[in-house]
């Protein structure tokens, strides 16, 4: 099935500074990949998604994610992290079996912001 | 924000008994799904739902069962709660036709559930 690898369970970074997010996956084919955001005590909100063409995405709240087929990498980056981007970040793709829609999640990772 | 709600938001129930989640769509979106978060575990994917009384196995479906005898409801049902399902709860709907490509999933806010 296809899955998706978040290496990095936290990340640090100072608020002004740029962000890059890691996600790897693996699917021989061209995969749907996601990234959704969650904020503590809320559900998952949709940052981007990646089907096919322009391999630079851009999303909401500033973030953009680029393909890169040849590292199976689908990493998350922002220019300039504001505090208020302190969330978990998850890394999804399409699973592609029989269940409907439903993604595969990475384990996340979780976003911490300092002044 | 898609039109999700899970009910109740927080529960505590005691080993063994049996309890129901909700969750309520106002999208009228055909595809329904049950997820749980743990730590070091992201989201996984229970039971889901193509449609009225269409519900199909996920990943970790072992002592969940689901029902939707409505298109706007989908119930999430621990027939006997363990200790192990001590949990985030979060539902999920997608469209499914005339969508390019692969939907999006869209999040209700979930449901914490400690089982003692």
């Known amino acids: 099935a296809q899955s998706v690898t978040q290496p990095d369970i936290h990340i640090t970074v100072s608020e002004g500074a740029s962000l890059e997010l890691r996600c790897n996956y693996s699917?021989?084919?061209?995969?749907?990949l996601f990234w959704y955001v969650q904020s503590p005590g809320q559900g998952l909100q949709l940052l981007l998604k990646?089907?096919?063409?322009?391999?630079l995405v851009q999303g909401i709240k500033g973030f953009e994610a680029e393909f890169k087929r040849s590292q199976s990498s689908f990493n998350l980056r922002k220019p300039s992290v504001h505090w208020s981007d302190a969330a978990e970040y998850f890394c999804a793709v399409g699973s592609n079996s029989n269940s409907g829609y439903a993604l595969n999640f990475g384990k996340g990772t979780s976003l911490l912001v300092t002044p | 924000d898609a039109g999700i709600t899970q009910s109740p938001r927080h529960k505590v129930t005691e080993t063994g008994t049996p309890v129901t989640l909700r969750c309520h769509q106002t999208e009228n979106h055909r595809y329904m799904y049950w997820y749980r978060q743990d730590p070091g575990h992201g989201l996984r994917l229970i039971h889901y739902s193509y449609g009225v009384k269409d519900t199909d196995k996920g990943e970790v479906s072992d002592g969940y069962s689901v029902s939707r005898s409505k298109t706007e409801d989908f119930l999430l049902t621990l027939e006997s709660a363990t200790s192990s399902q001590t949990s985030v709860y979060f539902c999920?709907?997608?469209?499914?036709?005339?969508?390019?490509?692969?939907?999006?999933?869209?999040f209700g806010n979930g449901t914490r559930l400690t089982v003692t």
């Open positions: 990646y089907f096919s063409g322009d391999t």
């Open positions: 999920a709907i997608s469209e499914s036709t005339g969508v390019r490509g692969y939907p999006p999933l869209h």
């Open positions: 699917y021989g084919a061209t995969p749907y």
